[in-house]
């Protein structure tokens, strides 16, 4: 009786469950590597989005390690030529948990601190609101086919895969606090709401989804307070070399 | 039960969509785009037809009161390997599909199909019960994709019909989907009313 009622259910779906446990890992084995690349790659165009060549950036070092508070921070460094003066710009990629799951974000500041780019390479948003902060203009999507010669292609670093929340942060100073604006879309075309955003040094949210939007923003700023404490250990390191 | 039955069943007299009324979510949500609809309907048709192999092959093992739990493991197992090969091979369709790809799991029709038919059937009836079930899910999908991309965005699989034609908004948009297939119901009906409901 308990023989047919437990034990007999109970091995059934133990030997169900190991079954299904190794095929899943030897699927997994199969498709780790390919998926790791494909993830690599989207870092490696994050980055070349965040430190564009067009604006002059060449990368010089790449996924340096900094040590802070026990915790290690990784950042890539890149110069431009300003007339006389090299000037650097940094990039960094910074996670912080959003609605559902991780947001990663990769951030290119230049050398006073303000934002070049940022490109989120990974989210799990709720589709329609928090996973707006990759769509792209629907205008863009569809006509910028048919009008690629006229100003709809937007210019600069936006490449059609930027979508406008990414676009905003392009010159937001990071060494003050990022606020965030209820504002509805960004535009490029509205003048008004760009300016006002730039005065007050902050975002539009996304509509229904300010979870996302604040997480993008947090993340920035912790990981620059990081990323302004390596540069800092930097220095010291060269100035006792040189000493 | 004849094979010939079975394929026109799972496409015709008991469309999943059209006539069992489940599976709705997944069509709703994936038909904006044609290609959308048919990596979709791939997807569920895979993981339907091995679903129904497995559970058909252990029919006779299964205590029927811990039936449920072992389907769904044999169902999230398949679901799983379609989402990491996904991933891994077709990135652009993942990014496309997203959240709905391990949203296959909870799709009625595939814990519908083996808790109705292949705990019942053998194993080759549930093969076919699979792949006819998959393609009347399919086809369903994509002529609900075929509307919703045309009106709603101006494309069809991806090119544009006609430039500077303003698509209508509402068409890739939830009430689109309901109101294609509410015609598409009703088509149907029509088309059953004529030639008879040759099926039971």
Request: aromatic share 8%; charged share 20%; proline share 3%.
């Amino acid at each position: 009786m308990v023989m047919n009622r437990i034990i007999k259910p109970t091995l059934i779906l133990a030997a169900i469950a190991f079954i299904a446990s190794l095929a899943l890992s030897h699927i997994n084995r199969i498709t780790r590597d390919k998926i790791e690349e494909r993830i690599l790659q989207r870092k490696e165009e994050a980055l070349q989005r965040v430190l564009p060549v067009s604006l002059g950036y060449q990368v010089i070092a790449k996924d340096k390690k900094a040590v802070i508070d026990g915790k290690e921070f990784v950042y890539t460094v890149a110069e431009r030529q300003d007339g006389e003066n090299k000037l650097f710009g940094y990039a960094f990629l910074t996670t912080k948990n959003g609605y559902s799951g991780a947001v990663k974000t990769m951030v290119g500041v230049d050398h006073e601190g303000k934002i070049i780019a940022i490109s989120i390479i990974q989210q799990s948003e709720t589709p329609g609101l928090g996973a707006r902060s990759k769509e792209v203009p629907s205008t863009e999507t569809f006509f910028g086919h048919f009008f690629s010669n006229n100003n709809h292609v937007s210019s600069g670093t936006g490449s059609s895969s930027t979508s406008w929340f990414e676009e905003q942060f392009a010159g937001i100073d990071t060494n003050v606090k990022i606020g965030i604006l209820k504002k509805g879309e960004w535009r490029k075309e509205n003048t008004t709401l760009a300016s006002e955003l730039r005065e007050k040094n902050s975002v539009s949210a996304i509509t229904g989804a300010t979870i996302t939007t604040k997480t993008v923003t947090d993340s920035i700023e912790s990981s620059m307070r990081l990323l302004r404490k390596a540069i800092e250990l930097e220095n010291n390191a060269v100035e006792e070399k040189t000493q | 039960m004849k094979i010939r039955q079975i394929i026109l069943d799972g496409i015709w007299f008991r469309n999943p969509i059209l006539v069992l009324g489940i599976g709705l979510c997944p069509t709703l949500a994936v038909t904006t785009s044609v290609s959308n609809a048919l990596w979709m309907a791939l997807a569920t048709t895979f993981v339907l037809t091995c679903s129904n192999i497995l559970v058909s092959m252990i029919k006779n093992i299964v205590p029927s009161h811990i039936r449920i739990p072992i389907f769904i493991t044999i169902i999230a197992s398949f679901v799983i390997i379609v989402e990491l090969t996904l991933k891994a091979f077709q990135p652009q369709v993942d990014k496309a599909l997203g959240i709905y790809i391990p949203l296959i799991v909870v799709n009625c029709i595939i814990l519908g199909r083996s808790e109705e038919f292949a705990s019942k059937n053998s194993i080759v009836s549930s093969i076919f019960d699979g792949i006819s079930m998959g393609i009347g899910f399919g086809l369903t999908l994509s002529i609900l994709a075929f509307f919703r991309e045309i009106l709603g965005s101006n494309k069809l699989f991806g090119y544009t019909l006609i430039p500077g034609m303003e698509p209508s908004l509402m068409m890739i948009m939830a009430p689109g989907a309901f109101i294609t297939l509410g015609f598409m119901l009703w088509v149907m009906n029509v088309i059953k009313a004529k030639f008879g409901n040759g099926g039971e």
